[in-house]
């Protein structure tokens, strides 16, 4: 079994503020920058479908039929006369309309369109076309009141035209079928003023001898009722006196409104001066006393020098008695100018109130104005209130003698009148209906005639502008679609929110770039880097966010200096040995002494990547008993002179066994003390157990994700697997933007 080393020991003390690394960050809210990255990301598949709907919709408009559409306009008027008043010229407008009746603009689209009427303009068609229906025409014709713009209020308001529009694929059909219902509806129209007139003509003759009846049987009734109570016309005696009470309680509603806002004005300044108004006055008075001010300030400088004197002598000293006998007089005098002032009694008590009462401000001086206006008013309005309520007492007194009197004349009166103006109304029809035969109702009248259909579908702009819009939102769809079936990590900031760890640093994608010169790694002899590795860790990009990861993992771990760490990812493939070997460059540029150990035995990279022999290495130095200081498995031959190469040597048939030994502890041990940094490649958490045992003997761990490999499933499952370990922190690999971009500062230097 392994046997934990004091330095493990100290690692299982850290391991507890790893455990949050479990729970991933929520913060699921997208921002607009966010959305806007998974559509170019996803640009394929939004152009994709943008394009198909939008060659849909072509196809669509191009094999659909053609739809013509024609209409035509009736205008709506009431044929009734308008009523005239007394004296009133009648005018040509008002001969045969009355402004005031309303259109009923549902009832007549109803009419336009009932099937009574279209049935007769389908027999008027039914010859040119067999097989029209009235359903067919109805689906077709569609009435509306036409909206106009009011110059006066500049708003929207219905007219009297109501548009008649019908749709067909024939153009020629689309007019025909308009004239058949425009001869339908004028001669409907005009059966229907004729029936609806001789109507009123009928129902006009019968009621007038009953009206006639009523008219005198009410008059009778209220001739006796006039004879019996010596009244000429009680109604307007009675509401002279309701209109008088009327007045009264307004006026007392209006008073008792000024009352309470008085009360309350006058409780507000009275808090606020915290005195009666003969107080406010009298402070008032001596505020604007220059001679009383003066003493006051007199007072005030005496009382000044009191105290300067008593912080030196005692209330004995002849300085300190002369000064309190000095402003004993000023207070005699202080109370002989309130009595000149307010030619009375002095105001009593100390001192203190004496000055008190007489240093109003510019506000307190308003504000006692105020008081005492509000104190006026206040009394006016409860005077006030007490008239009103004794005229309205008066007023009900002279009212109780009415209501049985108002009572019955109020029901002889209306029905008087009423049945008078009935009557006057019938004998005015009877004169005009037989005139007016071939008026009344409404008129139907045509202002625009039915042309030929124009063609209205398809639109071939409009079908072209909703495709590309439907192509727009189903292409957009399909690309959150795709995205939320991708698992993968794409972007630092997800990457961030994925685990609750520190994001270490950015490292670019790896691209060719210029070489300078670097450090000449051998094992055992010297030799140069292969071409591609030496460009990606020389490039200026790469080399920059390596050397400024290794400071934030420096200030990251000021408190605990780090010896020993592990560089580890979720799978192979994401570029963990580059990104160690370029850790360890940049370490040693920085004059530590640095140890580069690759700990995969099962799958060793970094020999390959530095063109060095794998014939012996850390698998060898695992399986040996000799001493690590005698051992000359490791040497150096760079400019710095810092940096050793540990390969991974054979691999072992068991590389766990080797890997959780006590022998692999006390190697780390030996190298701690003779090296700054030791950087070990591991092999990735996922799958394996190597990670684990080799992550559990050193300081920490470092977990490397490459943008665009890596899914959120897998880092998940990978700070799993890590969580009883000292995991550091994540780096992002392959980002497409770092925020530090060292050539852009370059370029612009």
Not at 149 to 170: C, H, L, M, R, W
Not at 563 to 573: D, P
Not at 615 to 637: E, F
Request: some cysteine.
């Amino acid at each position: 079994m392994l046997q934990r080393s004091p330095r493990l020991l100290t690692h299982e003390r850290k391991v507890e503020v790893t455990q949050s690394n479990l729970i991933p960050m929520a913060d699921n809210d997208p921002g607009y920058g966010q959305l806007f990255a998974i559509l170019m990301r996803r640009r394929l598949w939004l152009l994709g479908t943008f394009l198909g709907v939008t060659v849909l919709a072509l196809i669509f408009t191009l094999l659909q039929k053609p739809t013509h559409r024609s209409s035509m306009q009736l205008l709506v008027e009431p044929n009734y006369q308008s009523k005239r008043e007394p004296g009133e010229q009648r005018t040509a407008e008002s001969e045969f309309t009355d402004t005031n009746i309303e259109i009923d603009s549902a009832t007549q689209i109803n009419l336009m369109r009932s099937s009574g009427l279209l049935q007769r303009a389908v027999m008027l068609l039914k010859s040119d076309y067999p097989d029209i229906t009235v359903e067919n025409v109805r689906e077709a014709l569609s009435v509306s009141q036409v909206v106009a713009n009011d110059p006066s209020t500049n708003k929207k308001v219905n007219t009297k035209i109501f548009q008649i529009a019908y749709s067909d694929s024939d153009a020629i059909k689309t007019q025909r079928v308009l004239a058949a219902l425009q001869k339908v509806y004028q001669d409907y129209n005009l059966e229907q003023q004729e029936l609806r007139l001789t109507k009123g003509l009928s129902f006009i003759k019968k009621q007038l001898p009953l009206v006639q009846d009523k008219v005198k049987a009410a008059e009778a009734n209220l001739e006796q009722f006039r004879k019996s109570q010596n009244l000429v016309d009680p109604e307007l005696q009675s509401k002279a006196l309701v209109d008088s009470l009327s007045r009264v309680r307004q006026d007392q509603q209006t008073n008792n409104a000024q009352l309470r806002d008085l009360a309350a004005r006058y409780g507000t300044l009275q808090q606020q001066l915290a005195m009666s108004p003969q107080q406010a006055l009298l402070a008032s008075r001596l505020s604007q006393s220059a001679r009383y001010q003066n003493l006051l300030n007199e007072i005030q400088k005496t009382e000044l020098a009191l105290e300067q004197e008593r912080t030196r002598f005692e209330d004995v000293s002849p300085f300190v008695e002369k000064l309190m006998d000095q402003r004993q007089r000023q207070l005699a005098l202080l109370q002989g100018e309130v009595r000149r002032v307010l030619q009375a009694e002095a105001i009593g008590g100390s001192a203190d109130r004496l000055r008190s009462e007489g240093q109003l401000g510019a506000i307190d001086l308003t504000l006692v104005g105020q008081l005492i206006d509000a104190q006026v008013n206040l009394q006016a309005a409860q005077s006030r209130a007490q008239s009103l309520a004794q005229a309205e007492q008066r007023i009900r007194d002279d009212l109780r003698r009415f209501p049985a009197l108002l009572t019955e004349y109020g029901r002889l009166q209306p029905e008087v009148q009423a049945n008078r103006e009935t009557l006057e109304e019938l004998l005015k029809a009877e004169q005009e209906i037989g005139l007016e035969i071939a008026r009344g109702g409404f008129d139907w009248q045509v202002v625009e005639e039915p042309l030929e259909g124009e063609k209205i579908a398809p639109s071939l702009p409009k079908n072209l502008l909703l495709g590309m819009v439907a192509g727009l939102m189903l292409g957009g769809v399909a690309a959150f679609v795709r995205e939320s079936i991708d698992d993968s990590v794409h972007s630092s900031d997800e990457l961030k929110k994925q685990v609750a760890l520190p994001l270490l640093g950015l490292v670019p994608a790896a691209t060719a770039t210029e070489a300078t010169p670097a450090p000449t790694l051998s094992f055992r002899k010297a030799q140069e880097l292969a071409i591609p590795t030496l460009e990606v860790v020389q490039g200026l990009p790469f080399r920059e966010a390596l050397d400024l990861l290794y400071q934030n993992l420096q200030l990251l771990n000021a408190s605990s200096q780090l010896k020993s760490l592990v560089v580890t990812s979720a799978l192979a493939g994401e570029g963990k040995t580059t990104l160690a070997l370029g850790l360890a460059i940049s370490a040693a540029r920085l004059h530590q002494r640095v140890l580069l150990i690759d700990a995969d035995l099962r799958r060793p990279s970094l020999h390959k990547l530095l063109e060095l022999p794998n014939d012996r290495g850390l698998s060898t130095l695992l399986n040996s008993d000799t001493s690590l200081l005698d051992t000359n498995d490791l040497q150096l031959s760079s400019p710095y002179g810092n940096l050793s190469i540990l390969p991974a040597g054979p691999t072992p048939t068991d590389p766990a066994k080797l890997l959780s030994s006590h022998r692999m502890q006390e190697v780390l041990t030996t190298f701690g003390q003779h090296y700054d940094l030791v950087l070990l490649d591991a092999p990735p958490v996922l799958g394996i157990v190597d990670t684990i045992l080799t992550a559990s003997a050193c300081d920490g761990v470092v977990l490397v994700g490459r943008i665009g490999r890596v899914t959120r499933t897998e880092l998940t499952h990978a700070i799993a697997a890590l969580n009883q370990l000292n995991v550091i922190g994540v780096i992002a690999n392959g980002a497409d933007n770092p925020i530090y971009n060292y050539a852009s500062y370059v370029r612009s230097a």
